[in-house]
């Protein structure tokens, strides 16, 4: 692609190329890429610094905090603020997304995204611009975190200084897994939990090539984050009791639970995007509502504001009610739900986090009524619900067993978490299949189900496979005139077309020389032995689909057709020469991300 033009795609901001020894050190040393890493790690770092200064300042100039008060902890905003807030959030949001509909057109990528299908290419307009919208959407009071805004403006930083190394499609994707990586791990004080987001959720797979670069970043983004910003991304869960194993069974439980928790979440999510886009209100207005609904749900409770850390501390810190908690996961729920459906920018990850914390203190009340020999306290619950339910939503096992590790330092507790967590995740698998990224990958017409690199496959099309020198003959043709122009060994198949090209079927060479037609009526019509009436390909499609196609008509080729309307012959495409390219291909990305070539 002309570097121009791969310019106007990317966004305004012009491509800064480093010096050619610095590329040609980051694209042929392992060392170079380490450093690169590096550099995001930092990057990252000041990232999450920044923008969670941004916030609490919001806080604290729209809402009247204190220094270091949390919004959804505090107990003394103004009730009118409280409630006006969120809807000046959303007027503000909304303008900004008049502004932005008059000039894109297609939905921003996220690194996910960006990592599946375009080779880990992110526009850095577009990551300013989700950012912005999260410390607004935020920094109001909509019940969103900031971790989208983190990841999404880290990892664009970390596509940018790729492209200014003019890095592989691999070590690309690896960059934007580095600055993920740096975004959670910074905004979690948690280096583990944010280079397995990075290896589960936005590259896909673990490596060994790509394993000290993420690290790396992950490590020197939380040693950023924590000298700049001191303790304030620290969860503490307080004191917990030890764990035997008549504790698992009750933790297992509990991660089936938080699994079904998690799909009615996701569910609810998508029911309030559905509402709002069957509704006639301008999508530029419906976050000022929806600011209208969350400004009444904090009037109920504060705690169902903004992230929620402070009122997850508040919450694992006191004995709570049994009403209280009920009453305060499903306002929490239903401001997330709202929040995002109406359109404000922000994810789920913390929010999951805190709503896990209540339903595992709920779970804590019923637990010794039915299981008596279990000792879990009420914040060992808590944690496991943490997990458990964050990984439900959001996904990476592994990612939220880290994150109790880091959380706790205790190992028993980690392995009862990983237990509950590796249940809620199949649960959620095999009944739901999505986590919330790519369930809003499904609902967009996107067949994303993880990170991993599907943009090759969709550049292999069967227009760029197929050949088109294609043998054809009129319909209606005679089998004697077939016989004629098409002799044993000339062709094996012939596509056969009506008028103006259009496809009918196709007619095996052989099967019209076979001894069966021998002493058939030599002016019948080769339409007798017309096969794949109705299958054929498209030139759009890629490999994967055409094989699907091969598998479910049992040819061995077929005819490419322009559309499904006027079905004209552009060429044909043999399932051998299909299978061939795909497995060459498919070889050629696993030994890039091995680090072979």
């Keep these: 692609m002309p570097r121009k033009l791969l ?4 966004g305004v901001f012009s491509i800064f190329l480093a010096p050619s020894r610095l590329r040609a050190f980051a694209r042929s040393n392992e060392f170079g890429l380490l450093l690169a890493a590096s550099v995001i790690g930092l990057v990252s770092g000041l990232v999450v610094s920044a923008m969670s200064f941004i916030a609490q300042m919001l806080h604290q100039y729209v809402f009247g905090l204190d220094a270091g008060e949390r919004l959804s902890a505090s107990t003394s905003v103004d009730r009118t ?34 990592n ?34 983190y990841t999404q403006l880290a990892s664009g930083m970390a596509s940018k200084i790729g492209l200014s190394l003019q890095l592989r499609r691999s070590d690309m994707r690896i960059l934007v897994g580095c600055g993920a990586a740096g975004g959670i791990a910074a905004a979690f004080n948690a280096p583990l939990t944010g280079a397995f987001y990075a290896f589960e959720l936005i590259i896909g797979t673990y490596s060994i090539l790509s394993l000290a670069p993420v690290t790396a970043s992950a490590l020197i983004a939380n040693l950023v984050a924590r000298a700049l910003a001191g303790d304030s991304f620290l969860i503490d869960v307080g004191s917990f009791g030890s764990v035997v194993p008549a504790d698992y069974v009750p933790a297992l439980l509990l991660g089936l639970l938080c699994a079904a928790a998690g799909i009615a979440l996701m569910q609810c ?66 401001a997330s739900a709202i929040s995002i459906g109406s359109g404000f920018r922000g994810g789920l990850f913390f929010g999951s986090l805190f709503m896990g914390a209540l339903l595992g203190k709920l779970f804590a009340y019923s637990a010794p009524y039915i299981f008596a020999h279990a000792t879990l306290t009420p914040v060992t619950y808590a944690v496991v619900g943490m997990s458990a339910l964050a990984v439900s939503v959001i ?107 259009k496809y009918v079927g196709m007619v095996i060479v052989a099967e019209a020389h076979a001894g069966l037609t021998e002493t058939a009526d030599e002016n019948m019509s080769i339409d007798a032995l017309l096969k794949y009436k109705s299958d054929f390909l498209q030139p759009e499609m890629n490999a994967r689909q055409a ?7 049992e040819s061995e080729a077929l005819a490419v057709v322009n559309d499904l309307i006027s079905r004209r012959v552009v060429g044909l495409l043999t399932e051998s020469h299909t299978l061939k390219r795909y497995s060459e291909e498919l070889d050629r990305q696993r030994r890039l991300v091995s680090g072979e070539i």
Excluded: C
């Excluded at 880290?402 to 990983?418: H, K, M, N, R, S």
């Design 547 to 553: 094989a699907r196609i091969f598998d479910k008509s």
């Design 395 to 501: 996904g990476g096992p592994l990612t939220m067993t880290f994150l109790a590790l880091e959380i706790t330092g205790d190992f028993p507790i980690t392995v009862l978490v990983l237990a509950a967590v590796i249940a809620a995740s199949i649960t959620v698998r095999n009944t739901f299949g999505y986590s919330f990224a790519t369930w809003r990958f499904h609902l967009r017409g996107e067949s994303i189900r993880s990170a991993h690199d599907v943009g090759w496959i969709r550049n292999l099309t069967v227009g760029k496979l197929m050949r088109t020198d294609v043998r054809t003959a009129s319909e209606g043709s005679s089998l004697a005139q077939f016989r004629k122009d098409f002799p044993l060994g000339s062709t094996q198949r012939v596509i056969i077309v009506g008028e103006d090209n």
């Design 116 to 149: 599946a299908l375009h080779g880990g290419r992110l526009s850095l307009n577009d990551s300013l611009i989700v950012a912005g919208q999260n410390l607004i959407s935020n920094g109001f009071g909509a019940s969103v975190g900031l971790e989208a805004g």
């Design 7 to 10: 310019l106007r795609q990317l």
């Design 269 to 334: 999510v998508t029911f309030v995007e559905g509402l709002a886009r069957r509704s006639f209100v301008p999508h530029w207005l419906r976050p000022m509502l929806g600011g209208v609904l969350v400004g009444g749900l904090g009037l109920i409770s504060p705690q169902v504001m903004s992230g929620g850390h402070g009122a997850l501390h508040l919450n694992l810190d006191s004995a709570v009610p049994v009403v209280s908690i009920v009453a305060i996961l499903f306002l929490k729920a239903l």
């Design 81 to 114: 603020v409280l409630f006006v807030a969120p809807i000046v959030g959303g007027a503000i949001l909304g303008l900004l997304l008049l502004v932005l509909a008059r000039y894109r057109k297609k939905p921003i990528v996220d690194p996910i995204e960006a």
